[in-house]
Every structure is written in structure tokens, then in C-alpha cells.
């Protein structure tokens, strides 16, 4: 990707260097299943348990809360298997895979509704929280929009009625601090390519006595509690990436990358026809900006950024292809139009200063040319 502008850091981060090449070391030993006593398998062990210790540091849990899953949506169907059956509340942003894992399972799904930059309203939680109530699952940052939920007042309020809370971290991980004893979660959900480790491979921390039913059955892996041979080496990956953030963790670098995403939305604001910003300005992760640009379809100025060696998205990568609006979008803004013209630009901490003028020297002109000012008759921006 060195010659391309990468701003689809939401949808996955390139590897890491020190990832990759930990990769290769490990692809070159001579390892075993990880479940067998010989030396092979118990150096396979060893490399698992300590990529097992670097994720758990990074979020400050017992090494015996983490379980190693194939990433985010296994991990989030985990935690619906355990409560199968039963009524759960989610907030009406939350990922797909949290949305239609909690479908499958419940036997009732409510939603919370969300104020305009997607943040949960912690009144209508209190309203339709009462003893029927078997789990509560609310994202820490939503994945289109960057909005960053109030977990711990959402913990407070269920603590109350001791229904458990499931978080779903994956887009936060990495970008902000995640202490799971400060959010108050019995369950949390991150996925390594989201902070440059590989992908298909993720896990969920379940608090110590936390209830907990395995979704995959046939094996005495992960204590018991997730079948199937260890994935040793995307496991190293996601280790050595856990490692890379605990030693590299900056709120400093993520705040010079929130400098660069507000220069790039009041640059489009001001020099991009009819657009208009979908992010929170604050309470925001420090990447991710969603922007919509009116009579404008968002795939078409996708396709003719990736034409000029950017990358940007238009959502949720998991669902990329479907052709109807953003459920995001539409509960934060009811409005198919602006959700069918809306563009994500999710920075990382390579992006630089240039990266932001190149995509100003492109994007001004494809929307003009895709709304084609001079001949189609918009609505007035608000």
C-alpha cells in the first residue's frame, strides 16, 4: 500500500511490520498442536499463552478472561449463544454481527433508541429495563460514525437490576484505552486486525464467574470453553500487535490523527458542495469521520477515489454489497438519501498532512461532476 492514500483503517489496518515479520519467524518452527504434551506442541502452547498475557495486559484482565476466537462475529456469537432464549437489549447502531447473532438467539430483541450522532439515550435504556431482561449489549464506539457510547453509565443502570452487559470493543480496540474494570462488562468483544495484527482471529474476555455456555463444542481448548486446534500463528500475530500497542500506546498520536480528520472535515465542509458531516465533533474516536455529500451515491465517489489511489469506505465493511441503507445512518438520521451518499474516511497513525491534501485535490471535483451541479436541482443543505 505504499503508493495508495489508505483511509480504511475501520475496515481493517494493514499489518504491522514487527507483526508480519514475527509471522514469518513463527511459520519457520517446527510447531505442534498446541494440545499435545510433546515439546512441538508445548512450544505451540507457549507461543499461544503469551500472545494470550499481551492481550489480556492490553485491556487489564486476568490472563483466564481471555478466549481466543476467529475474530469479532464468532466472539459476538458467543456471548448470544450463552443468552439463548432470552430478551436482549441492544442500542440501534450496533454492528451487524451483535444485531443478527442477538436476532437468531433471543427470543425478543429491543432496541435503544440513539440521539443524532448515534449515542445511546440512557432514558429510553431505564424505560425498557425490567426483570425480563436476560442481557444488555451496547458498543463502545460505533464503527460508521466513531461515536463513543456511554458504557459505564449503561453498566450502572443494569447493575441495578443485575442484567449482565456485553460491550462490543472492536472498533475502539487500539484507539482508545480499554480497561474492562473501569467499563464495569461482563463480556467484551476486540478483533486483531483492527489494531495491524492478521485477520480471522479475535477474542472475548468473560469477567470471572460470569454465566457462559461455548458456542463451539468437540474440544478442551481455551479451557473448555471454545473447540478447536489453536490457530498458533494469526494467534502470534495478534499478540505481537497487542505488544506493539501496550509499548507504543500514545494518547498524544491519536491526537495528532484527530488534528488531521478535523482539518479534513472543515476542508470538505467548506469546499465540498452540499456535505454535511454524520461524526460527533467530540466524544469521537480520533479516526474515523463520516461525511455525506448530497445527490451523490457514496459506492460511485468510492470507486472513483479507489481509481485515484485512495481508499476510503462507505460503512460497515461486513456489509459491503448490500444494497439497502445503513441501519446506522437511518437511526441516527432517518434518511435513505443521506445514508446511500454517506463516505467513512477512518485514518491510522501513518496517515499525514499530504495524505489529506491528495484526497482535497480529487474529491471536491468527483462530487461535482457525480451531482453534476449545473444541470441537477438539489435540496438546500441544512
Not at 491510522?348 to 444541470?375: C, F, H, Y
Request: proline letters at 3%; glycine letters at 8%.
Amino acid at each position: 500500500m505504499k503508493d495508495l492514500i489508505y483511509l480504511d483503517h475501520a475496515a481493517t489496518s494493514p499489518l504491522l511490520p514487527c507483526v508480519k515479520a514475527e509471522m514469518q519467524r513463527i511459520m519457520e518452527l517446527d510447531l505442534g498442536n498446541a494440545a499435545a504434551l510433546h515439546g512441538a506442541g508445548q512450544t505451540a502452547k507457549e507461543i499461544v499463552e503469551t500472545a494470550r498475557a499481551n492481550v489480556a495486559r492490553l485491556l487489564n484482565c486476568n490472563v483466564s478472561e481471555i478466549i481466543f476466537t476467529s475474530g469479532g462475529t464468532e466472539a459476538n456469537n458467543t456471548v448470544m449463544e450463552i443468552f439463548r432464549g432470552q430478551k436482549v437489549l441492544i442500542s440501534s447502531v450496533e454492528h451487524p454481527s451483535v444485531r443478527e447473532a442477538a436476532k437468531a438467539r433471543a427470543c425478543e430483541v429491543v432496541e435503544i433508541i440513539v440521539d443524532q450522532k448515534g449515542r445511546m439515550e440512557l432514558r429510553d435504556l431505564e424505560k425498557k429495563l425490567d426483570e425480563t431482561i436476560g442481557l444488555v449489549s451496547v458498543m463502545l464506539a460505533n464503527n460508521e460514525l466513531g461515536t463513543i457510547e456511554p458504557v459505564v453509565e449503561v453498566v450502572k443502570c443494569c447493575k441495578k437490576h443485575n442484567i449482565p452487559v456485553h460491550c462490543d470493543a472492536t472498533q475502539a480496540f487500539g484507539k482508545i484505552k480499554i480497561d474492562v474494570n473501569e467499563l464495569g462488562v461482563d463480556y467484551l468483544t476486540i478483533s486483531a486486525h483492527k489494531i495491524g495484527g492478521p485477520t480471522g482471529v479475535g477474542a472475548l474476555f468473560v469477567r470471572q464467574g460470569a454465566e457462559f455456555n461455548p458456542l463451539m463444542c468437540g474440544g478442551h481448548q481455551e479451557n473448555k470453553r471454545r473447540a478447536g486446534t489453536s490457530n498458533v500463528l494469526a494467534i502470534a500475530g495478534f499478540g505481537t500487535a497487542a505488544k506493539w500497542c501496550w509499548d507504543n500506546w500514545s494518547c498524544r498520536k491519536w491526537a495528532e490523527v484527530a488534528k488531521l480528520r478535523d482539518i479534513l472535515r472543515e476542508r470538505i465542509l467548506h469546499e465540498v458542495p452540499y456535505s454535511s458531516c454524520n461524526s460527533p465533533e467530540e466524544i469521537c474516536l480520533p479516526n474515523i469521520l463520516n461525511m455525506s455529500f448530497q445527490a451523490a451515491e457514496g459506492e460511485s465517489i468510492q470507486l472513483y477515489l479507489d481509481l485515484k489511489g485512495i481508499i476510503v469506505g462507505t460503512g460497515s465493511a461486513c456489509a459491503a454489497g448490500d444494497i439497502k441503507p445503513s441501519h446506522t445512518l437511518m437511526a441516527t438520521t432517518g434518511d435513505a438519501e443521506v445514508a446511500h451518499s454517506s463516505i467513512r474516511f477512518s485514518l491510522g497513525l501513518d496517515t499525514t498532512k499530504e495524505d489529506i491534501e491528495r484526497v482535497m485535490a480529487v474529491l471536491p471535483g468527483i462530487v461535482r461532476r457525480l451531482q453534476g451541479i449545473s444541470t441537477v436541482k438539489v435540496k438546500e443543505q441544512i
